[in-house]
């Protein structure tokens, strides 16, 4: 069997994890490490999902065959994921439905409050496909307006394909009556879309539904959002203020970002710069800035010195692989170790000596967009987590011993004084080691007129920058020994600089490229958190969900990081909101961390609903 080299020696790059631990050996044979490289795990393996291809109607692959064959073989199909973020029911009234062999039978004829349902979509691909299936709001319905309360699905194959949304005689915020707005369509996957309202929109003791009645408070064009179109991603905390301004952060919930920094590939070894995807965990266009721009507002992100500048990176230490024995003796394979050797830092008989990674978006660049932001965005409050701090200066070349290449202390200062360029830092929260996780939004947010007291009940905010620093750094007391202690942050302690244990996260990923096997692990450990948070009185860390794939070093012939996020983000409402578990036992992530954060703000859509349905309720401003 001949193989292409070069693909082979890419298959060797960094797998993807994301803490600097030693990998422990890959391969013991040359049949398994065969067999690994022609038969890698699949990440999609979620329900009947297919891994979305680059021709997605299959026209190029079937394009020899007659148009009788194209018919029956190609089609258009997705999931509707219709989250009831509401305590209201949603209750079929009706449709219909032209060339659509699934549509009509998949919606249920009633959406239970708190639920998910997803709802198969099957076109044939024509451009005169159409279908429209209508919901209402059963507790709104009767208010006067007709029919009140309605919306209604629509499928369109001459723009397609296209999935909307119409709202017929039903508002909400952003979304008047008769407007229309499309979902981003996923073929062969889920299609969100998020209806959230507070829990007390049905309570008539301080809601009077029938606008004819005096006393009417119940606005769905003020109270009542979906996704996509109620909340600016750009915006939503100051959309939201007056909904989440009373909740801590431990009863907030955040989108964020997993090895936020790594949109590009500004340096590093030289196995991964012949292979750029096995580190870049979001999509070229998705720097800092436009993840801000989308919503996330937790970030993770990983200093390093690179060159003598600060940037954030992606790496991995490894003993070494040993290479399979014989390697040489198969046909077309026998430079094959030599030229692993040389990428990897390795000999002939290892590959993958010492540090292995690559070097994201330089710390100059991320302070300006951040900066940016928080000009352009008042009311926005941001997270920026530092962690995984290393000097890829020291790193020494093939073989080398380094494993603990840390920042030192001194470093650490250097990168603290360059982050007080960041400007709206939390600064006015001046107490010695406050526990920011017990403060209310509106204490993390000031004013926006600096001239008012902190404690001032206006709507306008200002954004905030809080900067936590959670790692650890290496002191050589002699040549011998190094010793290794938390990073010292209090001389910045004024200037909005904090440690970890200010705000405190349960933080622990799956390790895994099985997405069914992530899945488990993470909402495991969410309900066993909640648990623990419920027999604790409630004095227990945030949490946060880390829905994130590890990628195999056997699978870079076959894919990228971004390409296993993009499966286990299609996943992610369909199962966080699976079975009505969502909210039990206070069991809701305060962050959901992804890789490939997507500028369609879906994530951010989720998480918005979480807050507006879950989280306790705040007293009118």
């Not at 109620?230 to 007056?242: A, D």
């Not at 991964?272 to 436009?290: D, E, F, I, N, R």
């Not at 959901?592 to 705040?618: H, M, P």
Request: hydrophobic fraction near 35%; glycine fraction near 8%; aromatic fraction near 6%.
């Amino acid at each position: 069997m001949l193989l292409p080299l070069k693909p082979l020696v890419a298959a060797l790059a960094l797998t993807g994890t994301t803490s600097t631990v030693t990998a422990a050996p890959l391969f013991d044979s040359v049949t398994t490490f065969l067999s690994h490289l022609t038969n890698p795990p699949n990440a999609a393996q979620h329900l009947d999902l297919q891994t979305p291809g680059a021709d997605p109607t299959g026209l190029n692959t079937l394009s020899t065959l007659g148009s009788s064959a194209k018919s029956v073989l190609q089609k258009n199909q997705a999931y509707l994921l219709l989250i009831n973020a509401t305590p209201f029911t949603l209750r079929r009234t009706g449709g219909h439905s032209y060339q659509m062999p699934v549509w009509d039978a998949s919606f249920p004829e009633v959406v239970q409050p708190g639920e998910s349902i997803r709802i198969k979509i099957e076109a044939k691909t024509h451009k005169d496909d159409a279908a429209e299936m209508r919901y209402v709001i059963e507790e709104l319905k009767n208010q006067g307006q007709g029919q009140g309360g309605e919306i209604e699905f629509q499928y369109r194959g001459h723009s397609g394909p296209l999935l909307q949304v119409e709202w017929k005689s039903l508002a909400s915020l952003n979304n008047p009556i008769g407007s229309v707005r499309a979902l981003t369509w996923h073929q062969g996957n889920n299609i969100p879309f998020v209806l959230s309202a507070a829990p007390s929109s049905l309570n008539t003791s301080s809601h009077n539904l029938n606008p004819n009645q005096p006393g009417f408070s119940f606005d769905p064009s003020k109270h009542l959002i979906a996704f996509p179109g109620s909340l600016p991603t750009s915006s939503w905390m100051k959309t939201s203020y007056s909904r989440l301004h009373c909740l801590t952060l431990r009863q907030l919930s955040l989108p964020g970002t997993h090895n936020s920094g790594m949109s590009l590939l500004t340096g590093g070894t030289p196995l991964v710069k012949a292979l750029p995807a096995s580190v870049q965990c979001h999509s070229s266009s998705m720097t800092v800035g436009s993840q801000l721009a989308s919503g996330a507002r937790w970030f993770d992100i990983r200093p390093v010195i690179a060159g003598g500048k600060w940037a954030t990176g992606h790496y991995t230490f490894f003993n070494g692989i040993k290479l399979p024995s014989g390697l040489e003796q198969i046909p077309g394979l026998g430079d094959l170790a030599k030229e692993i050797g040389a990428l990897g830092g390795g000999d002939k008989d290892r590959a993958l000596d010492g540090w292995q990674g690559g070097n994201g978006q330089l710390l100059s660049s991320i302070i300006s967009e951040i900066n940016t932001f928080t000009a352009q965005n008042p009311g926005e409050l941001i997270v920026i987590n530092l962690s995984h701090g290393l000097n890829t200066d020291t790193f020494s070349g093939s073989g080398n011993s380094n494993a603990q290449a840390h920042l030192s202390q001194q470093e650490w200062d250097n990168l603290m004084t360059e982050l007080l360029k960041l400007t709206n830092r939390a600064t006015h929260l001046t107490l010695p080691n406050i526990d920011l996780s017990y403060l209310p939004l509106s204490a993390l947010l000031p004013p926006l007129d600096p001239s008012l007291p902190l404690n001032s009940t206006t709507p306008l905010r200002a954004s905030t920058v809080l900067i936590v620093v959670d790692d650890i750094t290496s002191s050589s007391s002699s040549s011998s020994t190094n010793t290794l202690t938390r990073v010292n942050t209090s001389p910045f302690a004024p200037q909005g600089i904090f440690f970890r244990r200010q705000l405190s996260i349960f933080d622990s990923y799956a390790n895994t490229n099985s997405l069914p096997a992530m899945m488990s692990d993470q909402l495991s450990k969410m309900q066993q958190h909640s648990q623990k948070k419920q027999n604790d009185d409630d004095d227990m860390d945030m949490f946060l969900l880390s829905w994130t794939l590890t990628q195999p070093v056997e699978t870079m012939v076959t894919g990228s990081i971004v390409q296993y996020a993009e499966e286990a983000n299609r996943a992610l409402g369909e199962k966080l909101w699976a079975g009505g578990q969502m909210g039990k036992e206070g069991r809701y992530p305060n962050v959901v961390s992804v890789d490939a954060f997507g500028a369609d703000g879906e994530v951010t859509g989720l998480v918005a609903g979480i807050n507006w349905f879950l989280a306790e309720e705040c007293p009118a401003l």
